[in-house]
């Protein structure tokens, strides 16, 4: 069973750490050119990296797939597609770079709800992540990483109440307990498949992508 622990980073991982955030900024920079502004979320914003973490950026408002692709396009883009969680979730674009390097942005109006998720594992602006900001969120495994000068320490949620963590996170008390539900069923049935992951030619729009699958399948008009 995790328990509380606190671990102190080495030169080595002080190192990946601060080439995925450069990765993460040379991206953001490139966004913001297209006046696109953008957040940096999961391990990079927490710090609790490893040499195969992903470097994950996500655009929060709906913008044309266009710009994005533009703004990217010097990064090379590997693959584009169009993703679902659940038929209840917001639908998003998903840009992949090379690097382990994915910019996604919603492709319909988001609830504040599914915002909440990215505050629940750790995001950060532009400026937070140029003045080396790390913030608190909570892993896939359910553990808590509250950074510190020399890495960060580690609490299991089960040891906390789901307020306190919200109040923490500022988030909803009720994307902490659907997180919980979440990844508790990842962690007992093994990764969970989505509702929806299309990939999407590299010559086609992802806005009229969408309108081709959303005129095929029901389940998805409905949350268009």
Known sequence: MTSRREVEYDQKHWK??????????EVMDALIEMDLQSL???????????????????IPHIVPSYKVEIA????????????QATPSYAIKGEIILSDNTTVSFPLVK???????FYKFGGCLNYD????????????KKLIL?????????E????????????????????????????????????RTGIFLCETVPHEKNLEIALKEIMSEN????RRS
Not at 40 to 52: C, F, H, L, Q, T
Not at 128 to 139: F, Q, S, W, Y
Not at 160 to 181: F, G, N, Q, W, Y
Request: charged residues 40%.
């Open 218 to 221: 029901p389940a998805i008009r």
């Open 40 to 58: 940096v979320y999961g391990s990079v914003a927490r710090g609790d990296i490893d040499e195969r973490s992903d470097v994950d950026i996500f």
């Open 110 to 116: 988001m609830r504040e709800r599914e915002l909440d």
């Open 145 to 153: 990483i509250l950074p510190t000068s020399k890495g960060h320490k």
């Open 128 to 139: 937070g992540l140029k003045n080396d900001e790390r913030v608190a969120g909570v892993n």
């Open 155 to 190: 609490i299991p949620l089960c040891e906390l109440h789901s307020s306190d963590v919200a109040k923490l996170l500022k988030v909803s008390v009720e994307i902490v307990e659907e997180r919980i539900r979440v990844l508790t069923r990842r962690k007992e049935v093994g």
């Open 16 to 25: 990946i750490l601060k080439e995925k955030r450069k990765k993460a900024l």
């Open 72 to 83: 990217l396009e010097t990064f090379g883009i590997v693959e584009k597609r169009i993703v």
